[in-house]
């Protein structure tokens, strides 16, 4: 037997109607092609707001003036909206170049830790963890840090996405259907699944009809869109973080040693291995002099042989050791007069006075491998005889290796963060300003409440049982679903018993033809004294 035949031969009883609304019959319509059902109850003014009234406050007995805003809902959802679309303005910028080296020492040293984190490719192709939040952990540490941020921010972040998603669909639902029309699939879809992929495809056929305001077909692309979002958020959330292994900074020597350089550029060129050099010197006019080298001046190693100042004239010879190039060693000398001290003039402090000198002369040299690694790690300071670091040198990557260490980081990507809480922000805002739209246009939404399961089972039943009944109990699901697809759109309507001062509310097919809506649903709030 056929769905149609089936529907033939159901009982021609009518079913007991739905309660009814009393019409106030005192009150003028704006509209004379509706019917105004009886008032509702304005809710408590404790804790809404009320627009349109004047006075922020109910309105007068019949009015449909005012529209109100229940504050326990919108000030956390506008909290929540502001505290995450400001993410991406707080983010520090984790991409200079000085981020890939560490000023521990005094200077500029090349550091594998800090370059680890520095952002240098495109911003979909990097992933660095830039924005360090826990270092030196534990690999059991680190995962669990990131196994606690996916399950409570990640999931958190679905379930406030998954209310507004809801509040949203449901909204643009009453909305359209009240001002427009919506398919019977797709009014099923939105109020029984709101959040569910399946409920797209419907939705999105939706879009087809026709005489539908741009509006309102563009709150429904908004509704897919929330939808797979949705289903992403918690992907985007999970790529923001992570963990990786820490790294070691290893120098790697002209001569081939290579040294861990967490002790320290100074340290590490103190331990630096030179010749000794010669005691016996002949001076340039021939005259012998036997030096007596110091081996440590206090800075970094430069021996030196000061030679005894002649009490007359305060002149005296200081000798040295340093590279003249990366193969050989030279000895120099250097002649000074002791003075007062002179602040003004590049003079160093020496024996608590102030040493002129000459221009270093070199009287030998000799080989020495030493220098292949002194002569570019070093740079010698002839006001005080000393050797500083040669920064050019510990500033340059290509002169480090970068080893895993045995801790592990955890943090966020820079760049990833700032570009998924951008889409967080642009999503939250349209979202909660079609919200908050909804929540003041909807006539149901302002005088009945939100659209849940309960209230969607009795308004698609109602439609339903006007087209096919109430005997419907044999039919199966395929041949439910092809007579759904036949019906007219669906939209809410006030409906009068005939013969009797009563209507009710009411989902149904829209009529046909150019004429399908004269207008939208309109419906009064009740008289109330506090």
């Not at 270092?135 to 409570?152: C, G, R």
């Not at 050099?277 to 110091?294: A, D, E, R, S």
């Amino acid at each position: 037997m056929s769905f149609v035949s089936r529907h033939w031969k159901q009982s021609s009883d009518k079913s007991e109607p739905e309660p009814l609304v009393q019409e106030d019959t005192d009150d003028k319509t704006d509209d004379d092609s509706f019917l105004q059902p009886r008032e509702f109850d304005a809710p408590s003014p404790g804790y809404n707001l009320w627009f349109g009234t004047g006075q922020f406050e109910a309105p007068k007995a019949g009015r449909r003036a005012g529209s109100y805003l229940d504050l326990r809902y919108f000030i956390p959802v506008l909290a929540i909206v502001c505290a995450i679309a400001a993410i991406p303005l707080t983010i520090p910028d984790a991409t200079g170049e000085n981020l890939a080296y560490d000023y521990r020492y005094g200077m500029k040293v090349y550091d594998c830790a800090s370059a680890s984190v520095t952002s240098s490719g495109t911003m979909l192709g990097d992933l660095a963890i830039n924005l360090v939040a826990f270092d030196k952990l534990s690999f059991t540490a680190a995962k669990a840090i990131d196994l606690a941020w996916n399950v409570l921010a990640g999931r958190l972040s679905q379930f406030l996405a998954a209310y507004l998603c809801y509040r949203v669909s449901t909204g643009v639902l009453y909305l359209t259907a009240e001002q427009q029309r919506v398919p019977a699939e797709a009014f099923a879809a939105l109020s029984l699944n709101p959040n569910s992929i399946w409920s797209c495809l419907p939705v999105f056929k939706s879009l087809s009809l026709t005489k539908m305001r741009l509006f309102n077909r563009l709150a429904l692309v908004w509704v897919i869109v929330s939808t797979i979002y949705l289903l992403c958020i918690v992907t985007m959330v999970d790529l923001m973080t992570g963990y990786q292994t820490g790294q070691a900074t290893w120098l790697k020597q002209p001569n081939g040693k290579m040294v861990n350089t967490d002790v320290g550029p100074e340290a590490i060129l103190k331990d630096l291995p030179t010749t000794t050099p010669p005691q016996n010197i002949t001076m340039p006019g021939g005259k012998l002099v036997t030096l007596h080298w110091n081996e440590d001046t206090g800075d970094i190693h430069v021996r030196q042989a000061p030679m005894p100042t002649d009490p007359n004239t305060n002149e005296s010879t200081i000798f040295y050791q340093s590279c003249v190039d990366r193969e050989t060693m030279g000895i120099y000398y250097l002649n000074v007069t002791y003075t007062t001290p002179d602040y003004w003039s590049p003079f160093t402090t020496f024996d608590n006075g102030t040493r002129h000198g000459s221009t270093p002369s070199l009287i030998t040299s000799y080989e020495d491998e030493s220098c292949n690694t002194l002569f570019v790690t070093l740079q010698l300071s002839y006001y005080d005889l000393s050797y500083g670091v040669n920064r050019t040198f510990w500033e340059n990557p290509t002169n480090f290796l970068c080893v895993p260490a045995d801790y592990y980081r955890w943090g966020f990507s820079q760049r990833y963060t700032i570009l998924l809480t951008s889409i967080n922000s642009v999503w939250l805002l349209i979202t909660a300003a079609l919200w908050l739209y909804v929540e003041l246009y909807s006539q149901l939404l302002q005088k009945r409440g939100r659209l849940d399961k309960w209230r969607a089972v009795l308004d698609m039943a109602s439609a339903l049982q006007q087209r096919f009944g109430h005997d419907t109990g044999a039919y199966t699901e395929d041949e439910l679903e092809k007579e759904v697809e036949k019906l007219t759109p669906l939209c809410y309507s006030t409906v009068a018993h005939e013969g009797i001062n009563d209507e009710r509310i009411v989902l149904e097919e829209c009529e046909k033809g150019e004429n399908w809506r004269k207008g939208r649903l309109r419906l009064r709030w009740k008289v109330k004294y506090w």
